[in-house]
C-alpha cells in the first residue's frame, strides 16, 4: 500500500485497539505518524511499531481536553515533520450507559468534553496546517443507527460529532480540507473478545457460540476487525477520497444499511 506515501497522518487517542491500527495501518501505506494520548508507555510501544514499518513516529502525551495541551501537539508535530496532511480524531470515552432521563448531566458533559470538544479543538488548531489538500476523519459509531435503550447518552455524543464534521466539512471545503467519519460496529478486538468470554461463561457456552450469533446478525456473518475499521480511515485520509467530504462510512459487516 502506497495511498499515503510521504504524508504525515496525526492519531488521537493512539492507544491499544482501533487506535494503534490505524497509526500502523497509516504506516504501513507509507505516511509517519504522530500519535497522540495520555499513557506515554502505550505510545512507545505504537511507534515502536510504526517505526518497524521504516516510517518516523512522534509521541506526543497530551490530554485533548486541554487547550494549551492540544496547541503542543500541533507545535510538535509541525516542528517535528514540518508538515500535516491527515488528522484522525479517535480519542474515546465511554458515555454513561444510562437512560436519558436518569443520567447525570454532568458525566454526560464529561461524555462530550472527550468524544466532541476535544475533536473539534483539535481540528480547528490543525485546520491551517491541513490546508490546501488535506483531511480529517471522525471516528463515529453504529450507535448513530440504533436507539436501544441505555445508549443514550453515546448516541447522543457521536450525533454531535457527526454534526460538527458535517458543518467543519462545510467550512474547511473552500481551503481544501476535507472532513469525513467512520462509524464502525463490533470491533473484533480485546475488549469484545474479553467480554464475549463474560458472556459466554455466564450461559455456559463456548464463547465462538456468542460470536457466531452475533455474527449472524450481519450480512457478511463475521464481525470486522480493527484493521479492516482502520483500512476505512486510510482510503477517507487518502487522495483516493480527495472527491470525497462530508460523508459518514460505516463498516459493520452489514450490521446496519445506510
Not at 499515503?4 to 492507544?15: F, N, Q, R, T
Not at 511507534?47 to 481536553?65: K, M, N, Q, S, W
Not at 454531535?160 to 470491533?187: D, K, M
Request: hydrophobic share 45%.
Amino acid at each position: 500500500m502506497t495511498a499515503l506515501e510521504g504524508k504525515v497522518v496525526v492519531v488521537s487517542g493512539a492507544g491499544p485497539g482501533l487506535g494503534r491500527a490505524i497509526a500502523v495501518r497509516s504506516a504501513h501505506a507509507g505516511a509517519d505518524v504522530a500519535l497522540v494520548a495520555r499513557d506515554e508507555e502505550r505510545l512507545a510501544k505504537v511507534a515502536a511499531e510504526v517505526r518497524e514499518h521504516g516510517r518516523r513516529a512522534l509521541t506526543v502525551p497530551a490530554d485533548i481536553t486541554d487547550d494549551d495541551a492540544c496547541a503542543r501537539v500541533v507545535d510538535s508535530t509541525v516542528a517535528e515533520f514540518g508538515r500535516v496532511d491527515a488528522l484522525v480524531n479517535n480519542a474515546f470515552t465511554m458515555p454513561p450507559m444510562a437512560d436519558l432521563t436518569d443520567v447525570r448531566i454532568d458525566r454526560l458533559r464529561t461524555g462530550l468534553e472527550v468524544n466532541v470538544f476535544a475533536a473539534l479543538r483539535l481540528t480547528r488548531l490543525f485546520a491551517p496546517q491541513l490546508a490546501p489538500a488535506g483531511s480529517v476523519v471522525m471516528i463515529n459509531s453504529a450507535v448513530l443507527r440504533h436507539s436501544r435503550q441505555l445508549y443514550g447518552a453515546y448516541k447522543m455524543a457521536k450525533s454531535a460529532l457527526l454534526s460538527v464534521s458535517q458543518s467543519l466539512a462545510s467550512e474547511l471545503g473552500p481551503s481544501g480540507v476535507r472532513v469525513n467519519s467512520v462509524a464502525p460496529g463490533y470491533i473484533w478486538a480485546d475488549m469484545l473478545q474479553a467480554y464475549f468470554a463474560h458472556l459466554a461463561s455466564e450461559r455456559g457456552v463456548d464463547p465462538g457460540q456468542v460470536y457466531d450469533e452475533t455474527a449472524a446478525t450481519t450480512d457478511l456473518r463475521r464481525l470486522p476487525e480493527p484493521d479492516e475499521i482502520a483500512d476505512a480511515v486510510v482510503f477517507l485520509a487518502s487522495p483516493m477520497a480527495r472527491a470525497i467530504t462530508g460523508q459518514c462510512l460505516d463498516v459493520n459487516a452489514g450490521e446496519f444499511h445506510h
